[in-house]
């Protein structure tokens, strides 16, 4: 057998949804389970009940506002994300979000399931920390909002507790947006990535150099400038199999600098 004994709940409403995460402390929330599922056959995780979000009214919509600020349901998949006419408004992210994996993972994949994840090797915290973006959550305690910033706490780790959901990324106006990483092959996992958003200051998070994203905000979008300013923000990636700690530290200040110059072009 693959997967241990588990329950299983497809609630209609958000509000069943939050009744079963409260009436089971071991529930957990599945979204495409691209990486739930598979950390259930490692047996690293094992929930007494799996609640299926597929079915919930809105949490799939995706809507521009005249402003050019972008609500994304949690449960929008990286497919519909790049097919969608509104988020075009926001180019970056079904650029990023084709990047991710294969198109199986991206068929499944949700883009709350990704930043609830709250892997430092994900493609998509660092992008929504660096675009500014607004994080939803609802639980037992009624509904509040978390910056990116501060939504994710460690690897494994986000500001979403045990019986809350997220249930939307608000994503504001802005066009100038840049994304660069060194994947383990194609269509791999990072070995580091960053994303740029210059729009108004320089800003720049750093992916797979921590737990969670690292922030640095150049002085200008020069080169030397964002290559200093990562320099400087004393930055202790891990070392691993696929990198030294020394040669991901070098590979950040690239990679901030590729981001930020795709930024400055997209202006
Ligand atoms: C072969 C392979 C390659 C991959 N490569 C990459 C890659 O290069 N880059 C990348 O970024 N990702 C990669 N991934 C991960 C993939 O993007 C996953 O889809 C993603 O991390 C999780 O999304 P999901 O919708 O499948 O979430 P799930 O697996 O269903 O859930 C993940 C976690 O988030 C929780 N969760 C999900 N939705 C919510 C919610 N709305 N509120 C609260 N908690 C929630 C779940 O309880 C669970 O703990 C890869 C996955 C695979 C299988």
């Keep these: 057998m693959l997967l241990s004994e588990v329950g299983y709940a497809r609630p209609a409403t958000l ?32 929930p007494d009940v799996l609640v299926d979000l597929a079915r ?14 972008l609500e994304l349901g949690a449960m929008v998949t990286y497919s519909e994300l790049i097919a969608s006419a509104e988020a075009r ?60 910033h501060d939504f994710f706490l460690g690897v494994y780790m986000t500001a979403a507790g045990p019986g809350e959901l997220l249930t939307k990324i608000t994503v504001p106006p802005g066009r100038s947006d840049g994304f660069a990483s060194v994947p383990i092959g194609v269509d791999g996992t990072c070995i580091v990535n960053a994303a740029a958003s210059v729009n108004g200051g320089v800003r720049v998070a ?48 690239v990679v901030a600098a590729r981001a930020v110059e795709q930024a400055g072009r997209a202006s």
Aim: glycine letters at 12%; a negative charge.
């Design 15 to 46: 509000e069943q949804a939050l009744g079963v995460l409260a009436d089971y402390p071991g529930a957990r929330a599945l979204a495409g389970g691209q990486t739930l599922v598979n950390v259930m056959k490692a047996r690293a995780a094992a």
């Design 56 to 69: 919930i009214p809105g949490l799939k919509e995706i809507e521009l506002g005249s402003d050019g600020t």
């Design 89 to 148: 408004a926001r180019p970056i992210l079904g650029e990023v979000c084709a990047q991710i994996a294969d198109v199986q993972v991206r068929n499944r994949g949700t883009i709350g399931g990704n930043v609830c994840s709250s892997d430092p090797t994900n493609h998509l915290p660092p992008l929504f920390v660096a675009l500014g973006a607004d994080f939803t959550v609802v639980g037992p305690g009624g509904e509040r909002t978390v910056p990116a």
């Design 206 to 253: 750093l992916g797979c150099v921590g737990a969670t994203p690292v922030v640095v905000e150049p002085a200008s979008a020069d080169a030397e400038a964002v290559q200093g300013a990562v320099r400087d923000s004393g930055i202790d990636p891990p070392s691993d199999v696929h990198a030294s700690s020394d040669y991901r530290r070098r590979l950040a200040e």
